[in-house]
């Protein structure tokens, strides 16, 4: 069964770069050949979609985040990871990676079907 | 972008009652919509996806609806475990991929 974790420091400095691992097991990112995400919750809101990348390395970012977020894969360690940088205290969530959700009839989705447990990270000094 | 806009914000209910939640989209997102449910300090669990199709393993008394502009999802009965926050997110046009703020099904 696959199954994603979120890995990285739960606290960065203002004006530092958050970074991000996520693991996938149980499967490879290969065998799902679509995007997979990155998705953040600050405290007590809603969810924001920060980018995603295609199995084999092409990417799309949410335009608010763009100039700040780089997301890459890499499918021998079967990991994909998030930097953003020049982070603010606005950037402090939960940080979820996702799988694309697969549909046996009409192929892959770009909507999430397994989720990280999340990491919380903090930006304080 | 598109903006989902989801109603109410807060649905007091008790067990065995029906939920309707909406979202609405600033502009068409054809069939595109996925529902999610999120429990506290957990991650968020795909219910729906393409407006009406249950996501593996999801009970058949949640059900979603809509195309276009307005989406529904119904919750038949409730039960116990389904007090939650839901979310809906479309996959039309994207970047970005948007969610909507949320709606809170807490017990009346």
């Known amino acids: 069964q696959l199954q994603l974790q979120e890995s990285g420091p739960g606290l960065v400095k203002p004006s530092e770069t958050l970074s991000l691992t996520c693991t996938v097991s149980?499967?490879?990112?290969?065998?799902?050949?679509?995007?997979w995400g990155w998705i953040r919750q600050p405290p007590g809101k809603g969810l924001e979609w920060i980018g995603s990348?295609?199995?084999?390395?092409?990417?799309y970012y949410n335009p608010s985040l763009k100039s700040r977020v780089t997301i890459s894969v890499d499918t021998s360690k079967n990991q994909f990871s998030l930097k953003l940088s020049s982070v603010t205290a606005a950037d402090t969530a939960v940080y979820y990676c996702a799988s694309p959700h697969y549909d046996i009839l009409t192929g892959y989705k770009n909507a999430f079907d397994i989720w990280g447990q999340g990491t919380m990270v903090t930006v304080s000094s | 972008e598109i903006v989902l806009t989801q109603s109410p914000a807060t649905l007091s209910l008790s067990p065995g009652e029906r939920a309707t939640l909406s979202c609405r989209a600033s502009?068409?997102?054809?069939?595109?919509l996925a529902w999610y449910q999120q429990k506290p300090g957990q991650a968020p669990r795909l219910l729906i996806y393409?407006?009406?199709n249950r996501a593996t393993g999801i009970p058949a008394r949640f059900s979603g609806s809509g195309s276009g502009t307005d989406f529904t999802l119904t919750i038949s009965g409730l039960e116990p475990e389904d007090f939650a926050v839901y979310y809906c997110q479309q996959r039309y046009n994207w970047p970005p991929l948007t969610f909507g703020g949320g709606t809170k099904v807490e017990i009346k």
């Open positions: 990348i295609y199995y084999s390395g092409s990417t």
């Open positions: 149980g499967g490879s990112i290969s065998s799902r050949s679509y995007y």
């Open positions: 393409d407006a009406s």
């Open positions: 502009q068409s997102v054809s069939s595109y």
